[in-house]
């Protein structure tokens, strides 16, 4: 059974993984506009992941006893300036949901529930992999910079990260023999 508190900062953590969805689905759709089509494949990807992280919260809370509670979300950014605008404001976006996530797994410690401590873990190794990410991509295109056709072999290795990260998705989906 949840506690009053560790069940308001799980929807509290569902709300940040709603907003996540919402932000890089706007990112993707303005990618889409500027025919990156690379570029908004990995978001879409991305805005289905952090959907994923959401339900998979929504779940636990519920299956824990509690109630996950569908959040009312705030309209996120519709332009951006560039690509690497874009990735830059998601290694910042990542390395806040980073804290969020740390903070979760101190109220879980004052509580001493373990069990949703250690549901936490994989959101913590997650962060570590989304954050590692975020950050070469920065890198990525900081060496670019204004190069188009640099952003043109940019475009097309996301594209090809998004394919494989979809097939790697369809994989995981499948039954295990
Ligand atoms: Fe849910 O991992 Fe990013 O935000």
Redesign the pocket.
């Known amino acids: 059974m949840l506690s009053p508190q560790v069940s308001k900062a799980l929807n509290k953590q569902i709300e940040?993984?709603g907003y996540?969805s919402q932000y890089y689905l706007a990112m993707a759709s303005w990618a889409e506009t500027q025919g990156l089509n690379g570029v908004c494949a990995f978001l879409y990807n991305h805005a289905d992941?952090?959907r994923m992280?959401m339900l998979k919260l929504i779940k636990f809370v519920n299956e824990r006893g509690g109630h996950g509670l569908v959040p009312n979300l705030k309209q996120p950014p519709v332009t951006f300036k560039s690509v690497k605008t874009v990735f830059e404001e998601i290694l910042k976006?990542?390395i806040k949901?980073t804290s969020e996530i740390n903070s979760l797994v101190d109220a879980t410690l004052k509580e001493k529930d373990y069990t949703t401590h250690n549901f936490l873990q994989w959101?913590v190794s997650?962060?570590i992999e989304?954050e590692a990410l975020a950050r070469q991509i920065v890198d990525k295109l900081k060496l670019i910079g204004d190069d188009k056709s640099g952003i043109y072999f940019f475009d097309r290795d996301l594209e090809a990260l998004a394919k494989a990260g979809a097939a790697s998705g369809e994989e995981e989906k499948k039954p295990k023999k």
């Open positions: 940040v993984e996540s992941e952090e992280h976006h990542e949901v959101y997650e962060q989304e």
